[in-house]
């Protein structure tokens, strides 16, 4: 149903001025049944202008899973991700958070919520130790337990000989490190991460699967993009492959890649190939 025919989401001034909230592990009891999706996306749309970014996206992320979301440049991937974590508001449709509406209680749900948005704007004027210790605080932990954390994380994120510099001097790769840090610092239920791995060196790439594979494995869920097929494949249990606004397939990474690789799947579904015939004075010649 195209959003001119919906009604309207809650507007952001109905929401409650936030605050603190404190934040149980993933483990813990909220008012949600166990077989409910860690992601429920129904009817989603968002247009900016003229343009259709997300067409009526409806998506299942199943507790407990590695789920990758894939698809070309402009495919609505950020779009989709930045309303499943309270980032945008769409025009139309619903998200449920272990089966919690997410504009309904936007406080209580995104306190399960961990999120590494793409193009992140950091406080970069705070050293890498005061970032993660004010996404800690913020998220309602108390001091003892945000400064352990803290010195947990600069540590698996081999920040810690660069915990006093501030942020605006950290490299890109640094940089996208403290922010996935100040994302798993509180123990959300669910993780979304927008390409995570973009500019990080192949050392700590591995450090971080190995970080989330683990979170994965004691109940947590994350959602990564990637345009990296073959990191999916590995790292990932569900993927979604996305263009133009809509879920082309869905369901365990063996269902849809069925006897091909991940990445023919994605073209063949996808398109756009083009062959370089046309740059014929681009090849090298011996003459």
């Known amino acids: 149903m195209p959003p001119e025919d919906v009604a309207p989401t809650p507007s952001a001034a109905s929401v409650p001025a936030p605050g603190p909230v404190p934040v149980p592990a993933p483990d813990a009891a909220h008012p949600a049944t166990s077989a409910a999706?860690?992601?429920?996306?129904?009817?989603?749309?968002?247009?900016?202008?003229?343009?259709?970014?997300?067409?009526?996206?409806?998506?299942?992320?199943?507790?407990?899973?590695?789920?990758?979301?894939?698809?070309?440049?402009?495919?609505?991937?950020?779009?989709?991700?930045?309303?499943?974590?309270?980032?945008?508001?769409?025009?139309?449709?619903?998200?449920?958070?272990?089966?919690?509406?997410?504009?309904?209680?936007?406080?209580?749900?995104?306190?399960?919520?961990?999120?590494?948005?793409?193009?992140?704007?950091?406080?970069?004027?705070?050293?890498?130790?005061?970032?993660?210790?004010?996404?800690?605080?913020?998220?309602?932990?108390?001091?003892?337990?945000?400064?352990?954390?803290?010195?947990?994380?600069?540590?698996?994120?081999?920040?810690?000989?660069?915990?006093?510099?501030?942020?605006?001097?950290?490299?890109?790769?640094?940089?996208?490190?403290?922010?996935?840090?100040?994302?798993?610092?509180?123990v959300p239920r669910l993780l979304v991460l927008d390409e995570p791995f973009e500019a990080v060196d192949p050392v700590s790439a591995a450090n971080i699967r190995d970080i989330l594979a683990s979170y994965v494995r004691s109940g947590g869920t994350v959602i990564v993009s990637s345009h990296v097929m073959d990191l999916v494949q590995r790292m990932c249990d569900h993927v979604a492959i996305i263009a133009g606004g809509h879920v082309l397939a869905a369901g365990t990474v063996d269902d849809v890649r069925g006897d091909a690789s991940l990445e023919d799947r994605f073209v063949d579904l996808v398109g756009g190939r083009v062959s370089g015939e046309g740059l014929a004075w681009l090849r090298t010649s011996s003459d």
């Open 37 to 186: 999706p860690a992601l429920a996306l129904r009817g989603l749309w968002r247009r900016f202008g003229e343009k259709i970014a997300v067409a009526g996206v409806d998506l299942d992320v199943p507790a407990g899973s590695f789920y990758g979301l894939v698809g070309p440049n402009g495919a609505g991937k950020t779009t989709t991700l930045s309303m499943a974590t309270g980032l945008l508001q769409p025009d139309a449709g619903t998200v449920l958070v272990h089966g919690q509406d997410l504009w309904a209680s936007p406080l209580q749900v995104k306190a399960m919520l961990g999120v590494l948005p793409d193009g992140v704007k950091l406080f970069d004027r705070l050293t890498g130790e005061q970032l993660i210790t004010y996404a800690g605080l913020l998220r309602g932990l108390d001091r003892d337990t945000t400064a352990e954390r803290t010195r947990d994380l600069l540590a698996a994120m081999d920040l810690t000989k660069d915990a006093g510099t501030l942020v605006v001097d950290y490299s890109a790769g640094m940089t996208k490190k403290v922010a996935l840090a100040c994302a798993l610092v509180h």
